[in-house]
């Protein structure tokens, strides 16, 4: 499938939606999950929006070889990385062997990984840089549990984790690094995730709108202007169409939706037509 040059909605930002499938589907689950949502859509629909699947580990390999293969108009990546290049540390994978098989994207610091694995804000840091250093475009996640909404100090608490993310990068870092963006961002409470409980437009609005502009604050207007930045909790085909409809909100990242083919593309259908 012949890729085209993207158009320039939002600014320049081309809509994203990823598909984080957590700990879901095997290897050979995954092959038959890609070729449905590929052929679900349209090859005019996968250019508008970028599309990435994000499979466990112990797919990467099947899903790479199927999409470079068959020269399929998705993205994949992962969903975690060391924060180490190599060493003794069991069950960790590298950036290193992520890049070896050709991942444009990894998430770093989701809630689930801050929350089950203590990683801590310098762990996420280092993950970031770890990204950053093999090419690979980190979505960075960030996002406030129900305590901290209920006491309305959300956006601090959201631009603090990613002034603490992003410690020591430079403005190049954030948009340079691999295909397209350096740093994609994720806005992801807590409360939302996995619980059917979507936050409102206006709720996904207001903290991506703040954390682009503590981009500008930090990295300068023009930075700010390029990082995409993404709403994701309880995301699904009914909801997302508001959820877009911000004006900083450049896409989803989408957890139990992206396991249904028929689901996740009609989300991503509505990113790229907008209805
Ligand atoms: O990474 C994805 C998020 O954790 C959202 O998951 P969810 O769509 O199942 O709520």
């Given at each position: 499938m012949a890729r085209r040059q993207p158009p320039a909605p939002r600014e320049g930002r081309r809509p994203l939606i990823a598909g984080n499938?957590?700990?879901?589907?095997t290897h050979l689950e995954a092959i038959g999950l890609v070729q449905k949502l590929v052929f679900s859509l349209t090859e005019k629909q996968l250019d508008v929006a970028e599309v990435v699947v994000l499979p466990p580990f112990t797919a990467l390999r099947s899903v790479q070889t199927l999409v470079t293969g068959d020269q399929l108009a998705v993205g994949y990546g992962a969903q975690d990385l060391s924060?180490?290049?190599?060493?003794?540390?069991?069950g960790e994978v590298s950036g290193g062997m992520l890049a070896a098989l050709a991942c444009r994207y990894v998430v770093v610091g989701h809630s689930e990984r801050r929350a089950l694995?203590?990683?801590d804000d310098a762990v996420v840091a280092g993950k970031v840089q770890a990204a950053l250093r093999h090419g690979i475009t980190p979505i960075l996640c960030v996002g406030e549990g129900l305590d901290v909404r209920r006491a309305g100090t959300h956006v601090p608490h959201c631009t603090a984790q990613l002034d603490a993310a992003l410690e020591g990068l430079s403005a190049e870092q954030l948009t340079a690094a691999?295909?397209?963006?350096g740093v994609v961002v994720a806005y992801e409470p807590v409360w939302a995730i996995g619980t059917g409980e979507v936050a409102t437009p206006d709720d996904a609005q207001e903290v991506c709108g703040a954390l682009r502009s503590r981009l500008a604050e930090r990295f300068g207007a023009e930075t700010a202007g390029i990082v995409r930045i993404l709403y994701g909790g309880s995301v699904k085909a009914a909801n997302t169409a508001g959820i877009l409809?911000?004006?900083?909100?450049?896409?989803a990242l989408v957890?139990?939706?992206?396991?249904?083919a028929d689901e996740f593309a009609q989300i991503c259908r509505i990113a790229a037509e907008g209805s």
């Open positions: 499938w957590k700990m879901h589907l924060a180490q290049d190599s060493g003794a540390y069991t694995h203590a990683e691999g295909e397209g963006t409809a911000g004006p900083d909100v450049d896409g957890g139990g939706a992206s396991l249904d």
